[in-house]
């Protein structure tokens, strides 16, 4: 089975500083990852998603996540936080054999302050 | 116009009431999903249909049920609505046509039983 933990139920950062929301995973298979975001009463969004090859995957709005296998993680980050990143994201994990079904995280929100 | 549509956005309902929620897609995908999102436990998969004639249980179907009509409509009941029923619903569909089947999501439906 599948599982992903996401290390913080909230998150607060002041405008332009760095966004850090971490996610580890567990998985027997080689895993697909995925962040989605989700915006006060909006449906979930693709961020970005790691499938193989470049460990280092970018997404919209200047977020980035990195694939780290030694550390089962796919941290998210951006550099500079902006009022507009105020939401919720999840990670989320799938592959072997939940080949086509994702498994979520309990999700972060991210609060940014002026 | 929206490529996973949700009907109703919101619903109100009593405790013993049936409903339904549907959702519609135009991106020509195979595979339906329905989610159940409570806070603090992020998504959790309730039934998906990897074409018209499969429909499989997810990791929280009871009380649910699910119906195909088309390759575009994924629809799902509840048959007997209790207040723990209480949640934000999504429909995702995802490509085939990808290794790793990168899901896309409707707007919601939020849905309150008293």
């Known amino acids: 089975a599948q599982s992903v933990t996401q290390l913080g139920s909230h998150v607060s950062v002041s405008e332009g500083a760095l966004v850090l929301l971490r996610c580890n995973y567990s998985?027997?298979?080689?895993?697909?990852l995925f962040w989605y975001v989700q915006y006060p009463n909006q449906g979930l969004q693709l961020l970005l998603k790691?499938?193989?090859?470049?460990?280092l995957v970018k997404g919209i709005n200047g977020f980035e996540a990195e694939f780290k296998k030694s550390e089962t993680s796919f941290h998210l980050t951006k550099p500079s936080a902006h009022m507009s990143d105020a939401a919720e994201y999840f990670c989320a994990v799938s592959g072997g054999t939940s080949y086509g079904k994702l498994t979520f995280g309990q999700g972060t929100i991210l609060t940014v302050h002026p | 116009d929206a490529d996973v549509t949700q009907t109703p956005r919101n619903r109100i309902t009593k405790t013993g009431k049936r409903i339904m929620l549907e959702c519609s897609q135009t991106k020509g995908h195979d595979r339906m999903y329905w989610y159940r999102q409570d806070p603090g436990l992020g998504l959790r998969l309730i039934y998906y249909?990897?074409?018209?004639?499969?429909?499989n249980k997810g990791e929280i179907s009871d009380g649910y049920s699910v119906s195909r009509q088309a390759q575009a409509k994924f629809s799902l009941s509840l048959e007997s609505a209790i207040p723990n029923q209480t949640a934000l619903y999504f429909c995702?569909?995802?490509?085939?046509?990808?290794?790793?089947?990168?899901?896309?999501f409707g707007p919601g439906t939020r849905l309150l039983v008293l």
């Open positions: 995702a569909t995802s490509d085939l046509q990808t290794p790793e089947e990168t899901q896309y």
């Open positions: 249909s990897f074409d018209v004639k499969d429909i």
């Open positions: 998985s027997s298979v080689p895993p697909y």
């Open positions: 790691y499938t193989t090859g470049a460990t």
